[in-house]
């Protein structure tokens, strides 16, 4: 099987619906947006190796390919459009492509996002996709917008993820879900459009991530640990164990936001009909930094920060 006949294969799903012209040309052309709008454009690469392992269940992987831009528009409040996928492949092994292509395609069905475009290439196994959105001009939930003295939300629960990797073949079904097949909280990202402030979603851990926020708004912020949601898995973890799950375990994919105090009963009444938990975890305050405290008000985790690839 060559190249183009992978592609027709695997991901052509014939006539475009959202571009004037879609998979098999040199460009995908984009119909001009609505007046008012604004695109938001995020990618994301994931590495076998390094975000899941050569032997993974290809559906997941082409889940979670998808899943991880998704999370960034939905921290943005952007409608999902379309995306490009580039794949690097040792060969072009037909089952794994069957595999991979469909859960790619069951999630971007989902979300109404329509792949356009992109490139294949013989190589280590690597995935990269750009996904682009649509969202009104001015409406974006940017990191630079959290202000002293709002609340701080998170939603779902955290830990999970890190949990299964720290479990490996003993994780359960559960905690591999939370893993191998994030969900994106792009709903939700909508729905704070003219809710929340500040948003970021919880990609690298909880800690690091809101110290982006922080900085970016030239704030600190102070997390309330009890108030934390752990998935139910931590509860099996060593107590000492759960900080480091929760607050800087990573690929929770939730929303982290900040909102003012006022908005507290508009955003507590989302989660009904979103079917999402949403836990009030602390406040922005004047300063830099973020402080983790305990029960008692003593400040805890120090240490912990996001994950970087290169440090």
């Not at 356009?116 to 990269?128: A, K």
């Not at 939930?141 to 720290?166: I, K, M, N, Y």
């Not at 939700?188 to 708004?217: K, M, N, T």
């Not at 997390?223 to 000492?240: E, K, N, R």
């Amino acid at each position: 099987m060559g190249e183009f006949e992978l592609i027709s294969r695997f991901f052509d799903r014939g006539p475009a619906r959202r571009s004037e012209l879609g998979v098999g040309d040199d460009c995908a052309i984009l119909r001009a947006q609505a007046p008012g709008t604004t695109l938001a454009v995020a990618t994301d690469m994931l590495v076998a190796g390094r975000h899941f392992l050569a032997s993974a269940d290809p559906a997941s992987v082409g889940h979670k390919a998808l899943a991880v831009n998704l999370s960034d528009l939905a921290a943005m409040g952007a409608r999902p459009l379309a995306f490009t996928l580039a794949l690097a492949l040792p060969d072009a092994d037909e089952r794994w492509l069957e595999g991979f292509s469909a859960g790619m395609f069951a999630l971007a069905d989902q979300h109404d996002c329509e792949l356009i475009g992109g490139d294949t290439t013989r190589g280590p196994l690597n995935v990269c996709i750009t996904v682009l959105g649509e969202l009104p001009v001015g409406a974006a939930l940017r990191r630079d917008r959290a202000e002293p003295g709002d609340d701080l939300w998170v939603s779902g629960e955290l830990g999970g993820a890190a949990l299964a990797v720290r479990l490996g073949e003993a994780a359960l079904p559960a905690e591999r879900a939370r893993l191998d097949r994030p969900q994106p909280r792009v709903a939700l990202g909508l729905a704070l459009r003219h809710l929340a402030r500040a948003a970021i979603d919880v990609s690298d851990g909880l800690v690091g991530d809101l110290g982006h926020v922080c900085e970016r708004s030239r704030v600190g912020a102070e997390v309330q640990w009890p108030a934390v949601p752990l998935a139910p898995g931590l509860a099996q973890s060593a107590a000492q164990d759960r900080p480091a799950l929760a607050l800087a375990g990573g690929d929770d994919y939730e929303l982290l936001f900040s909102a003012a105090p006022e908005n507290r009963s508009s955003i507590e009444a989302l989660a009904g009909p979103l079917g999402l938990r949403l836990s009030r975890i602390g406040r922005i305050v004047p300063g830099q930094g973020v402080r983790v405290l305990d029960e008692r008000g003593r400040p805890m985790a120090a240490g912990l920060h996001a994950y970087d690839h290169f440090a």
